[in-house]
Protein backbone atom coordinates (compact mmCIF):
# COMPACT_ATOMS: atom_id res chain seq x y z
CA UNK A 1 0.00 0.00 0.00
CA UNK A 2 1.32 3.57 -0.54
CA UNK A 3 1.96 5.84 2.63
CA UNK A 4 1.83 9.35 2.39
CA UNK A 5 3.99 10.87 -0.67
CA UNK A 6 5.05 13.81 -0.53
CA UNK A 7 7.25 16.26 -3.44
CA UNK A 8 9.13 17.35 -3.95
CA UNK A 9 11.87 15.27 -1.69
CA UNK A 10 14.54 18.35 -1.83
CA UNK A 11 14.36 21.48 -2.86
CA UNK A 12 16.58 24.54 -3.22
CA UNK A 13 15.30 28.16 -4.05
CA UNK A 14 16.55 31.69 -3.36
CA UNK A 15 14.69 34.36 -0.86
CA UNK A 16 12.14 35.89 -2.06
CA UNK A 17 11.00 32.70 -4.56
CA UNK A 18 7.54 31.30 -3.72
CA UNK A 19 7.81 27.50 -2.73
CA UNK A 20 4.61 24.36 -3.04
CA UNK A 21 5.00 22.19 -1.09
CA UNK A 22 2.42 18.96 -2.21
CA UNK A 23 1.34 15.65 -0.46
CA UNK A 24 -0.81 12.92 -0.92
CA UNK A 25 -2.34 11.42 2.11
CA UNK A 26 -3.45 7.59 2.09
CA UNK A 27 -6.27 6.52 0.72
CA UNK A 28 -9.11 6.67 3.54
CA UNK A 29 -7.10 9.22 5.34
CA UNK A 30 -9.21 11.93 6.68
CA UNK A 31 -7.19 14.15 8.77
CA UNK A 32 -4.06 15.71 7.26
CA UNK A 33 -0.87 17.52 9.09
CA UNK A 34 1.88 19.53 8.22
CA UNK A 35 4.71 19.37 10.51
CA UNK A 36 7.83 21.10 10.38
CA UNK A 37 11.55 19.96 11.54
CA UNK A 38 14.43 22.10 12.50
CA UNK A 39 17.27 21.31 14.79
CA UNK A 40 16.27 24.47 17.15
CA UNK A 41 12.69 23.79 17.02
CA UNK A 42 12.22 19.79 16.83
CA UNK A 43 8.93 18.93 15.17
CA UNK A 44 6.13 21.71 15.37
CA UNK A 45 2.54 21.30 13.91
CA UNK A 46 2.17 24.40 11.38
CA UNK A 47 -1.30 23.06 10.29
CA UNK A 48 -3.87 20.10 10.51
CA UNK A 49 -7.26 19.74 8.29
CA UNK A 50 -10.33 17.47 9.29
CA UNK A 51 -12.49 16.17 6.03
CA UNK A 52 -10.41 18.80 3.86
CA UNK A 53 -11.61 21.30 6.27
CA UNK A 54 -8.20 23.51 8.12
CA UNK A 55 -9.43 22.87 11.76
CA UNK A 56 -6.54 24.45 13.49
CA UNK A 57 -3.87 26.77 12.22
CA UNK A 58 -2.38 28.89 14.80
CA UNK A 59 0.86 26.76 14.25
CA UNK A 60 1.43 28.45 10.94
CA UNK A 61 4.61 31.26 11.75
CA UNK A 62 3.55 34.42 9.47
CA UNK A 63 1.13 35.25 6.67
CA UNK A 64 3.93 34.11 4.33
CA UNK A 65 2.54 30.70 4.95
CA UNK A 66 -0.32 29.38 3.64
CA UNK A 67 -2.09 25.55 3.24
CA UNK A 68 -5.00 24.24 1.08
CA UNK A 69 -6.59 20.90 0.68
CA UNK A 70 -8.90 21.23 -2.11
CA UNK A 71 -9.97 17.12 -2.17
CA UNK A 72 -9.42 14.59 0.00
CA UNK A 73 -6.49 13.28 -1.83
CA UNK A 74 -4.08 16.26 -1.98
CA UNK A 75 -2.86 19.37 0.17
CA UNK A 76 -0.08 22.23 -0.61
CA UNK A 77 1.62 24.40 1.39
CA UNK A 78 2.91 27.19 0.22
CA UNK A 79 5.68 30.16 1.46
CA UNK A 80 5.55 33.14 -0.43
CA UNK A 81 8.12 34.64 -0.52
CA UNK A 82 10.40 32.63 1.12
CA UNK A 83 13.31 32.97 3.46
CA UNK A 84 16.15 31.19 4.61
CA UNK A 85 14.86 30.92 7.80
CA UNK A 86 12.09 28.33 6.13
CA UNK A 87 14.82 26.15 5.59
CA UNK A 88 13.83 23.14 6.99
CA UNK A 89 12.07 19.59 6.75
CA UNK A 90 8.57 19.63 6.05
CA UNK A 91 6.66 16.87 6.83
CA UNK A 92 3.04 15.61 5.99
CA UNK A 93 1.04 13.20 7.74
CA UNK A 94 -2.16 11.39 7.69
CA UNK A 95 -4.69 9.93 9.56
CA UNK A 96 -7.46 7.65 9.58
CA UNK A 97 -11.22 8.36 10.73
CA UNK A 98 -12.23 6.64 13.69
CA UNK A 99 -8.60 5.77 15.10
CA UNK A 100 -7.40 7.04 18.42
CA UNK A 101 -5.34 9.92 18.91
CA UNK A 102 -1.92 10.84 18.10
CA UNK A 103 -1.83 7.61 15.46
CA UNK A 104 -0.45 9.64 12.71
CA UNK A 105 1.39 8.29 9.09
CA UNK A 106 4.07 10.40 7.66
CA UNK A 107 5.46 11.09 4.81
CA UNK A 108 9.32 11.32 4.43
CA UNK A 109 9.38 14.99 3.93
CA UNK A 110 10.74 17.64 1.51
CA UNK A 111 13.74 18.89 2.49
CA UNK A 112 13.50 22.80 1.63
CA UNK A 113 16.88 24.98 1.37
CA UNK A 114 16.42 29.16 1.17
CA UNK A 115 18.97 30.88 0.12
CA UNK B 1 2.61 26.69 25.08
CA UNK B 2 3.18 23.07 26.44
CA UNK B 3 6.82 21.35 26.46
CA UNK B 4 7.94 17.78 26.74
CA UNK B 5 11.36 17.43 27.91
CA UNK B 6 13.22 14.35 26.40
CA UNK B 7 16.22 12.81 27.65
CA UNK B 8 18.86 11.80 27.31
CA UNK B 9 19.50 13.67 24.49
CA UNK B 10 21.52 11.15 22.90
CA UNK B 11 22.98 7.67 23.52
CA UNK B 12 25.64 4.89 22.44
CA UNK B 13 24.70 1.77 22.49
CA UNK B 14 26.30 -1.63 22.33
CA UNK B 15 24.71 -4.65 20.70
CA UNK B 16 22.60 -6.75 23.35
CA UNK B 17 22.42 -3.76 25.53
CA UNK B 18 18.71 -2.97 27.12
CA UNK B 19 18.69 1.04 26.92
CA UNK B 20 15.86 3.34 28.76
CA UNK B 21 14.95 6.99 27.70
CA UNK B 22 11.95 9.33 29.17
CA UNK B 23 9.82 12.24 28.83
CA UNK B 24 8.38 14.56 31.46
CA UNK B 25 5.88 17.59 30.74
CA UNK B 26 4.66 20.23 33.22
CA UNK B 27 1.08 19.55 31.78
CA UNK B 28 -1.40 16.57 32.13
CA UNK B 29 -1.55 14.59 28.61
CA UNK B 30 -4.43 11.90 27.68
CA UNK B 31 -2.34 9.87 25.25
CA UNK B 32 1.50 9.38 25.22
CA UNK B 33 2.77 8.17 22.02
CA UNK B 34 6.30 7.11 20.92
CA UNK B 35 7.82 7.57 17.43
CA UNK B 36 11.35 6.70 15.51
CA UNK B 37 13.06 8.59 13.17
CA UNK B 38 15.33 6.86 10.50
CA UNK B 39 17.93 9.26 8.65
CA UNK B 40 15.83 10.64 5.75
CA UNK B 41 12.52 9.61 6.56
CA UNK B 42 9.37 10.61 8.48
CA UNK B 43 8.26 9.37 11.96
CA UNK B 44 7.11 5.79 12.08
CA UNK B 45 4.78 5.05 15.37
CA UNK B 46 5.72 2.78 17.82
CA UNK B 47 3.79 2.27 20.80
CA UNK B 48 0.59 4.35 21.67
CA UNK B 49 -0.44 4.80 25.48
CA UNK B 50 -4.17 5.48 26.74
CA UNK B 51 -4.07 5.35 30.03
CA UNK B 52 -2.12 6.21 33.26
CA UNK B 53 -0.15 3.64 34.42
CA UNK B 54 -0.56 1.54 31.27
CA UNK B 55 2.63 -0.41 30.02
CA UNK B 56 2.39 -1.43 26.48
CA UNK B 57 4.81 -3.71 24.72
CA UNK B 58 6.04 -4.40 20.64
CA UNK B 59 8.21 -7.09 20.55
CA UNK B 60 11.71 -5.70 22.02
CA UNK B 61 9.76 -2.19 22.80
CA UNK B 62 8.30 -1.55 26.29
CA UNK B 63 6.42 1.57 27.21
CA UNK B 64 4.75 2.99 29.89
CA UNK B 65 2.17 5.43 30.65
CA UNK B 66 3.03 7.61 33.84
CA UNK B 67 0.54 7.68 36.86
CA UNK B 68 0.86 11.53 37.36
CA UNK B 69 0.17 11.40 34.08
CA UNK B 70 3.05 13.80 33.23
CA UNK B 71 5.82 11.01 31.96
CA UNK B 72 6.46 8.15 30.02
CA UNK B 73 9.20 6.11 29.09
CA UNK B 74 10.45 3.53 26.67
CA UNK B 75 12.48 0.90 27.06
CA UNK B 76 14.50 -1.25 24.38
CA UNK B 77 15.85 -4.79 25.61
CA UNK B 78 18.87 -6.57 23.98
CA UNK B 79 19.68 -3.54 20.92
CA UNK B 80 20.14 -4.16 17.55
CA UNK B 81 22.04 -2.38 15.40
CA UNK B 82 18.67 -1.42 13.46
CA UNK B 83 17.40 0.19 16.35
CA UNK B 84 19.87 3.07 15.64
CA UNK B 85 17.68 6.61 15.29
CA UNK B 86 16.08 9.08 17.40
CA UNK B 87 13.31 8.51 19.01
CA UNK B 88 10.08 10.81 19.41
CA UNK B 89 8.13 10.80 22.82
CA UNK B 90 5.03 12.30 21.91
CA UNK B 91 1.45 13.62 24.37
CA UNK B 92 -2.35 14.60 23.36
CA UNK B 93 -4.13 17.00 25.21
CA UNK B 94 -7.56 15.92 25.40
CA UNK B 95 -8.81 20.08 24.65
CA UNK B 96 -6.04 19.91 21.76
CA UNK B 97 -7.91 17.67 19.48
CA UNK B 98 -5.73 15.65 17.68
CA UNK B 99 -2.34 17.95 17.77
CA UNK B 100 0.95 16.55 19.29
CA UNK B 101 3.45 18.02 21.33
CA UNK B 102 6.63 16.01 20.42
CA UNK B 103 9.49 16.06 22.40
CA UNK B 104 13.27 16.96 21.69
CA UNK B 105 14.26 13.70 20.44
CA UNK B 106 16.74 11.00 21.91
CA UNK B 107 19.47 10.09 18.81
CA UNK B 108 20.86 6.56 19.70
CA UNK B 109 23.72 5.63 18.28
CA UNK B 110 26.03 2.85 18.00
CA UNK B 111 29.44 2.24 20.27
CA UNK B 112 32.39 2.37 18.12
Known amino acids: DAGVIQSPRHEVTEMGQEVTLRCKPI?????LFWYRQTMMRGLELLIY????????DSGMPEDRFSAKMPNASFSTLKIQPSEPRDSAVYFC?????????????FGSGTQLSVL | GQQLNQSPQSMFIQEGEDVSMNCTSS?????WLWYKQDPGEGPVLLIA?????ELTSNGRLTAQFGITRKDSFLNISASIPSDVGIYFC????????????FGGGTRVLVKP
Open chain 1, 27 to 31: SGHNS
Open chain 2, 49 to 53: LYKAG
Open chain 2, 90 to 101: AGQLQAAGNKLT
Open chain 2, 27 to 31: SIFNT
Open chain 1, 49 to 56: FNNNVPID
Open chain 1, 93 to 105: ASSPPGTSPGKLF
